[in-house]
């Protein structure tokens, strides 16, 4: 039986060691999407508390269809998208990219502590147009495979495998201009 599953029967039946188990399994993955968004570690915090209250106040009409952990991202991106409209300004935290995710990205192989390479990151995922953002945050950044990516954002998967051939493009060009 799937332990998500399992938690969220116990906790539609009030066990609230089942609602602390759920967010200690999940609250890292949520907090590291909501700061790849916002670049604010409070406002990060905030969203990812909002998340989970969202989750636990609509957890009567959840039906486990899939992975919790993908309805998640769902709620955290609305949440992302809510708190765009109010402040009209788009923040990316920190880069936790593996080496994998940078040869893919066409980029040298570099740690991030460097500093510049950061904010040629930050600037290049800037410049993507949102809906290739969100794509490429979800796919470089919380590792997620090309179908969840299509679920959590209601897309087909030809059209996620395309925003991620883009946003490769569009980042291997702007961070091969900034190199220059």
């Known amino acids: 039986m ?13 066990d609230e060691a089942a609602g602390e188990a759920f967010v200690r399994k999940y609250y890292a993955a949520i907090f590291k999407y909501c700061s790849l968004h916002l670049r604010d ?5 905030d969203i990812t508390q909002e998340t989970f209250l969202r989750f636990f106040e609509k957890i009567e009409h959840y039906q486990s269809y899939g992975k919790a952990l993908n309805y998640l991202y769902v709620i955290a991106g609305n949440a992302c998208r809510d708190f765009y409209k109010k ?8 880069m936790d990219i593996g080496t994998e995710k940078m040869e893919c990205l066409h980029m040298a192989v570099q740690p991030l502590e460097s500093i510049p390479l950061k904010i ?9 147009p949102s809906e290739i953002r969100e794509t490429a945050i979800l796919f470089f950044f919380q590792q997620l495979k090309q179908k969840e990516i299509a679920k959590i954002l209601g ?9 991620v051939s883009r946003a490769k493009q569009i980042l291997a060009e702007y961070l091969k201009e900034e190199a220059q």
């Open 2 to 14: 799937d332990s998500d599953f399992l938690l969220i029967y116990k906790i539609k039946n009030k």
């Open 41 to 45: 570690y409070g406002q990060a915090q």
């Open 155 to 163: 897309i087909s998967l030809s059209l996620v495998k395309y925003r």
């Open 120 to 128: 040629q990151i930050e600037n290049a995922i800037d410049q993507l």
């Open 87 to 94: 402040k009209k300004h788009i923040y990316i935290e920190e």
